[in-house]
């Protein structure tokens, strides 16, 4: 279906076009006039495709950024700090010893069980917490309101997020995405609109293998009021000073959860995720963890779970945290990476639909070494691939190919969206 921009001014329309492009050629896109309809679409400026697309670009990294990050790291832990560091500006491939010193002198104050948590990922994962991918956060612990504790989270900021998953190769944004979503859009996927939270909708497109996701994410458009019961106020987050807004924490879980079931291979699950602006304003302890490290899906997917670490010593930390962060295969060093079985051939093993009563159909999928490889990963309780989950991700990343389990919607994969989908389980698998 085009887009039909809504409400938007000649500049708006401008931006989206000069932003996007066609999701299937890559052309321009031009402004056409549905005379039934009376209103103004973008759309393909060849008149022959359907849908737009902005593909993401990672920041560059310059002279100029690097100036910048230097003088706020100076204002924020001194020059002597900065200089030493130096050496660790602008490197994604921290061994240990090197995520240690960047870690303990950038957040003094964090415990111990936190520093090794973080030193774990940004070596798995290449990051950096110069390069603002990691922040050891404090958040406000309140019983009945009140503040009675602090506790400590490890964060990834919103940008780095979108590096690991852009690592994979590139994807899109498509139908002018992340946006709020409208009436019709709400009662269409959750059977019901809710006029008390601004919800949010991002899609995404892989243009290499045409899979798709879509992410849902809201904020609450009031609080109660301080000291008043029974008041209500408008729910602003922190930050706005520096740019944040609702529309900002609500399309940002939506595009998190969006990037999860693109990339679930390329990520850590289930950890919590900031605006860099946002994580800059928590360092001084002020956020309460429920307001921003918790999301909810009406699907049952949460964004971000926060919980209680407790402090063991750093042993113990660092063996209970490899397997939680467990080292990208592909980043790896000397490791050989098992390939795929092979996803393109057309001879396949023909398997009984399980009490459908239907007969045996051919798949490009070997489907009796997808089931016992989806066994084994919910056997080391990796919840991303428990059936219902997998069958959500399926559903999103591949349109129009329905089934009342995974098993079935694999059954019916083509080509492309077979050999995408067994690279996805073939990297769990390699993860130690």
Known sequence: MHYYPEDQSRENLARIRRENCCVVCGRQLSEYLDRKAHKVYIACSGQV????????????????????????????????????????????????????????????????????????????????????????IPFQRREQGRVVGTDWATVIGRGAKRL????????????????????????????????????????????????????????????????KPGEWVENQPKGTDKGNSMFNMASGRSETQALDRLRPGEMPMNLPVLDEALAEEALDGSLD??????????????????????????????????????????????????????????????????????????????LIWLKESVKTLQDKGQTAYNDESLLSYMRSAYKNIEGKDYIEVASKLDKGMATHFTKVIQDALEKP
């Open 49 to 136: 495709h359907e849908g737009i697309a902005r593909e993401y670009k990672p920041p560059r990294e310059d002279y100029q950024s690097n100036i910048r990050r230097e003088h706020k790291m100076v204002e924020e832990i001194g020059t002597a700090k900065t200089q030493m560091l130096a050496k660790y500006e602008g490197v994604t491939s921290l061994d240990k010893v090197g995520a240690r010193e960047v870690i303990t002198t950038v957040f003094p104050e964090a415990p111990e069980a936190e520093i090794a948590r973080a030193i774990l990922l940004c070596v798995n994962y290449q990051l950096n917490p110069l390069m603002n991918h990691v922040y050891l």
């Open 164 to 227: 690991m998953a852009s690592r994979r190769g590139p994807y899109s944004y498509i139908e002018n995405t992340p946006r709020i979503m409208t009436k019709e859009e709400q009662l269409t996927t959750f059977g019901e609109y809710d006029e008390n939270k601004m919800w949010c909708i991002t899609k995404l497109q892989d243009p290499q293998t045409g899979a798709t996701s879509v992410g849902y994410g809201f904020w609450p458009k009031k609080k109660p009021a301080y000291n």
């Open 289 to 366: 963890s429920k307001d921003y490290i918790e999301g909810e899906s009406r699907e049952g997917i949460v964004e971000a779970e926060f919980k209680e670490v407790p402090e063991p010593a750093i042993e113990e930390a660092e063996q209970d945290i490899e397997e939680l962060f467990p080292p990208n295969p592909e980043h790896a060093r000397g490791v050989a990476v098992k390939p795929p079985p092979e996803a393109t051939s057309l001879k396949s093993t023909p398997v009984e639909e399980e009490a459908s009563g239907k007969p045996p159909r051919d798949s490009i999928i070997d």
